[in-house]
């Protein structure tokens, strides 16, 4: 019964709902307190960790410094347990004053100077996920404005502690209240991973209309299985899931987890990979003020990046699974090029895969294979050249795909794409040998 209200209702939403802020052509990309520093708030006893103004300025500080933000990391985002437990006398949400004594506004500022943007959390409903004051419907205009009025450019709106009513309704009306703001306030909702997240109950098509980026499935937590089990789910409803996607639109399949305890290298460079296929932001949790040399590598490649943020914003897909527990992924790129990733789920010792570029349905034509992680290039592929890859157990190997010139005299076939290939964007790594096409 109340399923079919919720049907009605949907029905019913007005098309003046539409977000049109023109952000997030492409994935966001920046950081995000919740999954490395949770809701820590004992700044006394633990005060480099605690959710306070200074753990922001810190990543603000990393972000500009470290060579972050020029590589597309931009957003510095607080999530829970940021408020004081109390609105204040006029009705608005206030930081707890001793753990953010300076105000938001100010740490806006502070992040604005950088040349970063501020994301803030809330949640529809009466309270936040841990308890702190909810943004019920009739407080949804006051608290989009006082984002607006901080400086804020990014809002998480979770749903801890609302009914599908309440959401059905709230989400929109958020979506339309900032726009009201006047600000570009990028906006991600959490709408569909309290509801499933799958259709019919979850309506993509008006969640894009609604919504810049939103979370599907379960949190993120530092393990293994927990990125396996989500990047599982992924996969299986891709036909769903896979088509909502594009520039301004994007699903989240949460956090990257890169750089804390429960991944190994190998199973690090497999999240940056499968996020990069799947379009997903890049928003990583972790101490950048500690972050390993390796884990730095895997979140600052730049080829991985360049195919996340790819202009045409088309989700990839899962492509293959074979008997061997080796799987392919793919994604289409702009100019002609294509995103690969072949994954081992063994648990033995590096694999030798076979294939050829034709049986992961690429057509006739010649290309070549630049490896995101190792930086070697394959020439001379056709579509029907056999290949082999070795892929480490939990791994991955990661192919931007891409048209080879043809012969030198035929040098006015892909002059765009050719030029398009040196793949500037790539920034150093690009070898001269393949960057003077
Ligand atoms: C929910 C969200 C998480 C995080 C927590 C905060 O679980 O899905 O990403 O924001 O709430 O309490």
């Known amino acids: 019964m109340e399923y079919v209200r919720v049907l009605l209702l949907l029905a019913l939403i007005p098309v003046s709902t539409s977000l049109d802020n023109g952000l997030l052509r492409t994935p966001p990309m920046g950081w995000m307190a919740w999954e490395r520093f949770r809701c820590d708030i004992d700044c006394n ?61 100010n740490l806006a500022k502070y992040i604005h100077n950088r040349g970063l943007k501020l994301g803030i959390y809330a949640d529809m409903g009466s309270a936040t996920c841990m308890g702190y004051p909810g943004t019920t419907l009739d407080k949804v205009e006051i608290d989009a404005k006082t984002f607006a009025s ?20 709230g989400y929109p009306l958020m979506s339309k209240a900032l726009n009201a ?35 599907n499935f379960d949190d993120i937590q530092d393990s293994w299985d927990s990125m396996q089990s989500i990047f599982n789910w992924f996969s299986i409803h ?43 932001p890049l928003i990583m949790s972790n101490d950048l003020r500690s972050l ?36 392919v992924y793919w994604r289409p790129l702009s100019h002609l090029a294509n995103a690969l990733v072949f994954l081992s789920r063994r648990q033995d010792m590096p694999y030798l895969y076979h294939s050829s570029l034709a049986k992961l349905n690429f057509t006739a034509g010649s290309y070549e294979a630049y490896d995101v992680f190792s930086g070697k290039t394959t020439t001379g592929l056709t579509a029907t050249t056999e290949f082999k890859v070795s892929i480490n157990p939990s791994g991955v190997v990661m192919w931007y795909v891409y048209p080879a010139k043809q012969s030198p005299k035929d040098t006015g076939r892909y002059p765009y794409t050719r030029r398009k290939h040196r793949l500037s964007s790539f920034g150093k790594i690009i070898k001269p040998s393949y960057a003077v096409l």
């Open 181 to 215: 703001t006047g600000r570009p306030i990028a906006y991600s909702c959490s709408w569909p991973a309290y509801i499933g997240g799958l259709p019919p109950k979850v309506n993509y098509y008006l969640l894009g209309d609604i919504c810049n980026v939103w979370r």
């Open 150 to 169: 901080w400086g804020v450019d990014y809002l998480k709106f979770d749903g801890c502690n609302s009914n599908v009513i309440e959401q059905l309704i």
């Open 45 to 105: 006893n633990d005060p480099e960790n605690c959710i306070s103004e200074k753990l922001f300025r810190d990543m603000a500080d990393r972000l500009s410094e470290d060579g972050w933000r020029e590589l597309g990391y931009e957003y510095v985002m607080i999530d829970d347990c940021w408020m004081s437990m109390q609105r204040g006398s006029d009705g608005r949400l206030q930081p707890d004053p001793a753990r953010f004594p300076g105000g938001i506004a």
């Open 292 to 327: 390993s040399n390796d884990a730095r590598a895997i979140l600052q490649n730049r080829a991985a990046i360049a195919i996340n943020q790819d202009p045409r914003g088309i989700q990839g897909r899962r492509l293959l699974q074979e008997k061997s527990r080796i799987e």
């Open 238 to 280: 891709q036909d769903d899931l896979q088509p909502a996607a594009g520039p301004g639109r994007w699903n989240d399949p949460d956090m990257l987890i890169i750089g804390n305890f429960g991944l190994s290298v190998e199973q690090a460079r497999t999240q940056m990979a499968l996020w990069a296929i799947m379009a997903a």
